[in-house]
């Protein structure tokens, strides 16, 4: 729907035309919970006259129903379309809403106040023009506005309002808004925000909404209407820069056409420019621009077009096409901005997916630099990050990728974490720059490999990952098997849990941060045992399928043997020979498996050991007998 003009009723051709041309902005609303957003956005298109009479008259029924301001009309409602958020009076998800006026099309986004929903608000604010920060005139300078100003700074969005809002609960003081306004200049001065306008404001009563407040005469700047109408928007900035397309898909509809679709994250390309395709590093010419219905000329920014080039070079979907002359960067070790989205806390080591554009890949976050104090802006030690919480950590990726820094590019310098579990949206992140290690470091090549090794051993190299309980009998086991393994002339090799802690891992403690990075340092140790030609036994606890997946992906198909040795808590309980589970009881041991920390049961074990069942000696023919029947070892006499 758009403006309700005049020219609608007397030249409707020439009223389509001057739509068309209009530029659009995009802009948030944000601050903490019961600022005003909703009302605010509500007012907007109520003034704009985007609403339709059925759409009134069914705002003022759900006011007396749902509404919070008496007898009046609740212009949040108009936004808060979800039955929850109608309930409580409060925004859950983001709404957006277009609108337009004679000057200028908006699209508006309405995220959340609530802390628990930071999420939503970076979601909202990753395409914003502008930002509207409300603020409370009775509450001033929140720390849901601290956090929300400082996610706009990261985010790159430089035009903020700060609209001062329910100034008639204030009697539309003043020095109030005078105070808040200084109060807000001393913290944005520390994020590098200084495009800042501050309207002081009534959404509910439309003061300085539209037209200019009677009831606050000293005040002589721009309206909210009049500031969204003529804010710049740079909507040539990204033409400007280097030319980028990431591929989303090869486009191959026959024997004779080759091309590689995507849309232009920023740039200009034109037929017959010289273009580099990263991470590979090869180059090519680009032919023709090919679009539904002929070529272009020339592409720009946010297009969606097919490239065909003039040479046959190896492209695929996530390689990102630019240009020869200011090419992306490659890398897989970075240091970035990470926005904790999610409940379960980030730990480091754990791997996850991580989405940059068209392309992912495995990542992990090696090191928190330091957390962020959205109060204070100051830098905090952290083992792990929480929900909503905002750090500066480094990567690393299981391979290289092409990208730009944020501040640079946005589409090529944004990226999000995805837990490989659950398929959730973990985080979101910012890249900064390569670190130097990560272009320093480069692969040796060595003539004697792990097939040579191997075959000097007679025997297929592999790891017997024993996973379970404490308690289960996994040392036990596994001591057996390796037992086994030697008499018959194998070479292996056992990390057990608690020998391992006495020298690689004694400066790791036992909270969930540290049992990750214990198993990741374990799963790259019999990394290099495999590598060697060992077969390499492994007795961990090991509570969490993530690490337990990234031992098993660090290695090649059939090299990874999960042995889940299942026993249930009231057993290995029972059996407890080192008094841990009682001093867990008692509350003396924190973070025990089983007790206070969960354990993650393989779903899917190459074999499962159930010990109520067997003897350790029988546990122990059984994984044999596994490894038999995969060609890891041959068949002999197995008896010690």
């Known amino acids: 729907m758009a403006h309700q003009s005049d020219l609608i009723a007397s030249d409707i051709e020439q009223y389509l035309q001057q739509h068309e041309q209009k530029s659009l902005l995009r802009f948030i609303t944000c601050g903490s919970v019961d600022d005003g957003k909703s009302t605010l956005i509500g007012r907007l298109l109520f003034e704009s006259k985007m609403l339709f009479e059925d759409q009134l008259a069914a705002m003022e029924a759900d006011s007396k129903k749902y509404g919070t301001q008496g007898e009046d009309i609740d212009f949040a409602l108009l936004v808060d379309g979800l039955a929850a958020e109608r309930e409580q009076g409060i925004t859950i998800d983001v709404a957006y809403r277009f609108f337009s006026t004679d000057k200028r099309k908006f699209i508006v986004a309405d995220t959340p106040g609530h802390e628990q929903y930071t999420r939503n608000m970076v979601t909202g604010a990753s395409t914003a023009d502008a930002a ?42 003043e020095a109030t808004f005078n105070q808040i306004k200084e109060d807000y200049a001393r913290f944005a001065a520390q994020l590098n925000l200084d495009n800042i306008t501050y309207i002081p404001m009534s959404a ?55 091309g590689f679709a995507g ?87 754990r791997p996850y997916l991580l989405k940059i554009g068209t392309k992912t890949v495995t990542a992990s976050v090696t090191d928190i630099k330091y957390q962020v104090n959205v109060n204070t802006l100051e830098h905090v030690a952290a083992k792990k990050l929480d929900l909503n919480g905002i750090a500066v950590c480094n990567l690393s990726l299981d391979r290289a990728i092409a990208f730009d820094d944020y501040q640079s590019n946005k589409d090529t310098g944004g990226f999000i974490l995805i837990d490989r579990l659950s398929n959730n949206t973990v985080a979101a992140g910012m890249l900064h720059f390569s670190l130097r290690r990560s272009q320093n470091i480069h692969m040796q090549h060595v003539d004697v490999n792990k097939e040579a090794r191997a075959l000097a051993k007679n025997q297929k190299p592999s790891v017997l990952w024993f996973t379970g309980l404490s308690g289960a009998g996994k040392s036990t086991i596994a001591n057996l098997v390796e037992k086994k393994l030697h008499a018959q002339g194998n070479h292996t090799y056992l990390l057990d849990g608690d020998n391992v802690r006495h020298g690689l891992n004694k400066d790791l403690g036992f909270t969930d941060a540290d049992r990750v990075e214990n198993i990741r340092r374990v799963a790259e140790v019999s990394k290099l045992m495999v590598d060697a030609g060992l077969i390499v036994l492994t007795a961990f606890i090991s509570p969490f399928r993530a690490e337990r997946r990234l031992a098993r992906e660090l290695l090649e198909d059939g090299e990874f043997i999960e042995v889940h040795v299942d026993t249930p808590l ?10 841990l589970y009682k001093k867990a009881r008692r509350g003396e041991l924190k973070n025990f498996t089983g007790i206070d920390s969960a354990y993650e049961q393989p779903e899917n074990p190459e074999i499962r050991l159930d010990t109520t069942a067997l003897s350790a000696d029988e546990a122990a023919d059984a994984v044999i007998e596994l490894l038999k029947e995969k060609g890891i070892i041959e068949g002999g006499d197995w008896s010690i």
């Open 132 to 173: 509207i920060l409300m603020v409370d005139a009775r509450k001033g300078i929140l720390t849901q506005t601290r956090r929300h100003s400082y996610l706009m700074s990261l985010l790159g969005i430089r035009q903020v309002v700060v609209a001062i809002n329910k100034m008639d609960l204030v009697d539309y003081s």
């Open 204 to 258: 509910f009563k439309g003061d300085n909404i539209v037209e200019p407040s009677q009831n606050m005469t000293w005040y002589h700047g721009t309206t909210l209407m009049g500031y969204l109408e003529t804010v710049e928007v740079d909507d040539t900035r990204m033409q400007r820069a280097p030319f980028r397309l990431p591929v989303q898909w090869v486009n191959r509809p026959n024997l004779d056409f080759r």
């Open 263 to 349: 849309t232009v994250a920023s740039g200009v390309v034109k037929p017959g420019d010289r273009i580099r395709v990263l991470p590979s590093g090869k180059e090519s010419t680009v032919d023709r621009i090919v679009v539904h219905g002929g070529d272009l000329a020339q592409a720009v920014a946010g297009q969606s077009v097919t490239l065909t080039l003039k040479d046959e070079i190896d492209i695929s979907r996530g390689d990102v096409i630019s240009t020869a002359e200011a090419p992306v960067e490659t890398a897989d070790q970075f240091e970035s901005t990470l926005v904790w989205m999610h409940e379960d806390a980030l730990l480091p080591g």
């Open 570 to 579: 009231n057993v290995a309980e029972e059996r407890d020979v080192k008094g």
